[in-house]
């Protein structure tokens, strides 16, 4: 695995990595990919939902075009359970096409395979990165196959789970765990994603195919109960959690749970080295900030390489301003989760009656909802 010192390597093919490398591709700089999973190997079961910011990025890459089951969000009601107060974003007041979009996580990284094959983009597959040495004049990447290999700019987009990993600035265990599943309702879904507030935790329904993507969230414990619960009973919990307002659940798809997490490393990692995506920070679910994020790291620094010289690439001033030109991004991303969380996941009265007029007050003010909806559609920039 002979490769140039000018060359960019990116650890990691997952969907932040392989847009990384895409953009690279796209602005003429040299990169690399090396991914620890087989090519062959099976696809996440995850679901996806990307604003339109990032589906902007993915006409860009030529990406978007490749995919076939995408469903479109083009309203989003937003309540807490037990109170007055809702708000509801609907894309046509705003001026775009959808909000978001659901697609698997496994559709989303064949289309990027099949993009990195098609503009010439060497992945090497099934070698694991050991570790990354940072250098005064480049990084060097030891693969478990015994190779070492220097790189003007090692980029760790494996998710923060290889040998890359370190201990990050802000780690916050919610007691809470997701519970997601495929449920198909009474009522057709007519492109409308659910955002529901309980003092448990948040529960999403979003639109996929002609059934929703369920994010339940909920106290560890219970999260657990509910997912090992026979159909019928699962159904008619979640009914009763959450509401009519689609009619029955009449159908529930396998459950999984995994626990709920804040994390924030960051992207520094040495000189030459960089993290992006879950490697840098890691959301919870809530307002689907998260993967989105990680698609603008991917983005923004595959631009600021294009914009530096070749010398330069990967040098402390470089990464210096891509830190700053990501902070605001990523830092409101990870408040406003966070503050989502805390302040509707209670049921004190007085926090619910403010909850409640915040609803109230965001539902009355258009200018405010369209700031609020192109932050979550856009990010920081929106």
């Known amino acids: 695995m002979d490769a140039g010192v000018n060359e960019i390597l990116v650890v990691g093919a997952g969907p932040v990595g392989a ?89 989303l990284t064949a289309a990027l395979k099949q993009a990195l094959h098609a503009a010439g983009v060497e992945v090497v597959y099934g070698v694991a990165v050991e570790g990354v040495d940072a250098g005064a004049e480049a990084a060097t990447v030891r693969t478990a196959d015994g190779q070492a290999r220097a790189t003007a700019l090692a980029v760790i987009a494996d998710g923060g789970r290889g040998g890359m990993a370190l201990p990050p600035w802000v780690d916050v265990e919610y007691d809470q765990a997701a519970v997601v599943c495929e449920v198909r309702t009474e009522l057709p879904h007519a492109e409308q994603a659910y955002e529901r ?16 993507a369920l994010v339940w969230t909920a106290p560890r414990a219970h999260a657990e109960r509910i997912a090992a619960l026979p159909d019928d009973t699962f159904l008619a919990e979640l009914y009763r959690h959450f509401g009519g307002r689609q009619g029955l659940f009449v159908e529930a798809g396998p459950r999984k749970t995994f626990p709920l997490r804040l994390a924030y490393t960051g992207s520094a990692a040495g000189d030459h080295v960089v993290r992006i995506g879950n490697a840098a920070q890691t959301l919870h679910p809530v307002a689907g900030q998260g993967f989105n994020i990680g698609l603008r790291d991917a983005w923004e620094l595959a631009s600021l390489c294009a914009d530096t010289a070749p010398e330069a690439r990967g040098g402390g001033a470089m990464l210096a301003a891509y830190a700053r030109g990501r902070r605001a991004d990523v830092l409101s991303g990870l408040g406003f989760t966070d503050f989502l969380v805390r302040v509707f996941s209670n049921d004190d009265p007085l926090a619910r009656h403010a909850r409640g007029l915040g609803l109230i007050a965001l539902e009355a003010l258009p200018p405010l909802k369209t700031f609020v909806a192109r932050r979550m559609m856009f990010g920081a920039r929106g």
Do not use: N
């Open 19 to 107: 847009v990384c490398a895409l953009a690279l591709r796209q602005f003429d700089v040299p990169v690399r990919v090396v991914e620890a999973q087989a090519e062959d190997a099976r696809g996440d079961s995850r679901t996806l939902a990307l604003a339109q910011g990032a589906r902007l990025i993915l006409e860009r890459l030529g990406v978007w075009a490749r995919l076939t089951e995408v469903t479109p969000i083009t309203r989003i009601h937003i309540s807490q359970r037990g109170a007055l107060g809702a708000t509801r974003l609907v894309a046509r007041e705003i001026g775009v096409p959808a909000l978001g979009y659901v697609l698997s996580y496994a559709e």
């Open 197 to 212: 507030f309980t003092p448990m935790g948040p529960a999403a329904l979003l639109p996929k195919g002609d059934r929703y």
